[in-house]
């Protein structure tokens, strides 16, 4: 008796289709002329052509979580943190925060709290590519394109290929 | 071989010396510091990362601007910051350095930043905590008798780095007195690490310890002739306070041979950086054209410094 072979895994989306819809949702928000800030490094890059496909003046922000971590005390510092940048003046702004994956919420919360000490914006909003699901906090996208469902072992990784075209990966633990 | 600064995965747990330090953790530290200069740009100028963690400060030996340094980038870091004043402490009163420890470690200190006059003053605390089992409590050296200054060291490779970019093609020459210098040795030790091909270490024969060769460094007498194109100088200062004895006629005579003037620093290459650890002292080392010339880093030195004992505290504190 032999089993039945494994069904193959169905294939991951194309992100800069995604990355294009994400970008459909956030048009009707120009009219508050909001800012991006990308999480590192997947944000980063989503939030860079989130601006392209809306014409965004401003430059986009970039966060590096890491020195707002909440295990610091069990992981220690991350060996390559980023410097974070916000080429804009936060007070009063719409900013739309930009990440690739939102999992626990942690690196949202962390994300929040480094933004608030650059000034008090009008208003926060998230915008990611996939929810997964797992939250750990209170925290939710408002715009989001892929709600998918993983196991705990599995991590959904963003990369960005030589011609920097961003593809999705699945690792397994 | 053992190395009592890195811990069972071979990350940095204290910060006693550069010597052995693998050059990537040095590169780490540089990194890190780059992303830490941005927070002092900012409103809150401040990250969490230490919050609930107590950093003491143990100055046996007199330093201000090491000392506040230290302090500011500890509270940058959200920590709270206990300076002992050693010299009307129970060290005065007779009790032994390992005493005092226990004692620190028993009101919960998270850190100690260590200067001593004893050279391995810092390491003796960083093994003690090894014996009693404190993996959790960390000793960044501040400056050990003659024998290193890491965070100098680290902040003068940051500063050679942030204006040169690539080490691997640079002249550095370490002007004046090495022999009492804890700086020079860390700044040798580091410029080798880094992959520096040409050091040189420049002053009168009574100032400059002997095999310095071994260290890497090509030494030289004649200032004139050892600052020919080089990229970067750093001048010591002359530590009148560590010296016995008669190793200079005086400090005139060694301005006109050793001290940096406008003339000598023309021989070095025409984009030099002049570097110095301070406290500076004008017309015995260094002439004030140049320590407020163009080519003088010695403030943004401090600046950076902060930066990099910020990195130091928070990636020893987080192994």
């Not at chain 2, 693998?22 to 990250?47: G, Y």
């Not at chain 2, 002992?84 to 005092?100: H, P, V, Y």
């Not at chain 2, 060769?213 to 600052?227: I, S």
């Not at chain 2, 750093?234 to 940096?260: D, T, V």
Request: aromatic residues 6%; hydrophobic residues 40%; glycine residues 8%.
């Amino acid at each position: 008796m032999s089993s039945p072979p494994l069904a193959p895994p169905p294939p991951l989306p194309d992100a800069e289709a995604q990355c294009r819809q994400l970008a459909g949702l956030l048009r009707r928000q120009l009219d508050r002329r909001p800012v991006l800030v990308g999480i590192y490094s997947g944000g980063a890059w989503i939030a860079g052509r989130l601006r392209q496909l809306l014409g965004l003046e401003d430059d986009i922000g970039l966060i590096d979580v890491s020195f707002y971590r909440d295990d610091f005390s069990e992981k220690g510092l991350h060996p390559q943190v980023k410097p974070t940048a916000i080429p804009f003046a936060v007070e009063g702004r719409h900013i739309i925060l930009v990440d690739d994956v939102l999992y626990t919420g942690r690196t949202t919360r962390a994300a929040i709290n480094e933004l608030f000490d650059y000034g008090r914006p009008a208003s926060v909003e998230l915008a990611v590519l996939a929810d997964r699901g797992g939250r750990e906090l209170p925290v939710a996208a408002a715009y989001c394109v892929w709600n998918v469902t993983l196991s705990a072992g599995q991590n959904l990784v963003l990369a960005q290929d030589q011609a920097e075209r961003l593809t999705w990966r699945l690792e397994h633990a | 071989m053992h190395n009592p600064q890195l811990n069972s995965d071979g990350q940095l747990s204290h910060l006693l010396t550069i010597e052995g330090l693998p050059p990537r953790i040095l590169t780490q530290i540089l990194d890190t510091a780059a992303s830490f200069m941005e927070v002092s740009t900012r409103d809150v100028k401040k990250v969490p990362l230490l919050r609930g963690k107590s950093v003491f400060n143990l100055f046996f030996e007199n330093s201000t601007r090491t000392r506040t340094t230290f302090e500011i980038a500890a509270k940058r870091l959200s920590a709270d910051v206990i300076n002992l004043d050693i010299n009307r402490s129970s060290t005065a009163k007779g009790e032994t350095l390992l005493d005092t420890i226990d004692n620190l470690c028993a009101m919960h200190a998270n850190l100690f930043v260590v200067r001593h006059a004893a050279s391995g003053a810092p390491y003796l605390i960083a093994e003690h905590l090894r014996r009693i089992g404190r993996d959790d409590v960390h000793v960044v050296n501040a400056g050990d008798g003659r024998h290193a200054h890491p965070t100098q060291g680290l902040l003068d490779m940051y500063t050679i780095r942030h204006y040169k970019k690539d080490f691997t093609q640079l002249c550095v020459a370490v002007v004046g007195d090495i022999l009492h210098s804890r700086v020079a040795r860390s700044d040798i030790h580091a410029l080798t690490s880094l992959g520096v091909p040409e050091i040189r270490a420049i002053g009168p024969e009574t100032l400059l310890p002997k095999h310095l060769d071994k260290l890497g460094a090509h030494v030289f007498h004649d200032m004139n002739e050892g600052l020919k194109d080089c990229d970067v100088i750093i001048m010591l200062r002359l530590q009148n306070e560590r010296m016995n004895g008669a190793l200079l006629p005086s400090a005139g005579e060694y301005f006109r041979h050793f001290g940096l003037t406008p003339q000598k620093l023309a021989l070095a290459k025409p984009d030099a950086i002049v570097m110095h650890p301070g406290p500076m002292n004008r017309g015995v080392e260094i002439h004030s054209a140049v320590a407020d010339g163009p080519q003088a880093v010695i403030l943004p030195q401090v600046t950076f410094g902060i930066a990099v004992r910020m990195a130091v505290m928070s990636i020893v504190a987080g192994n």
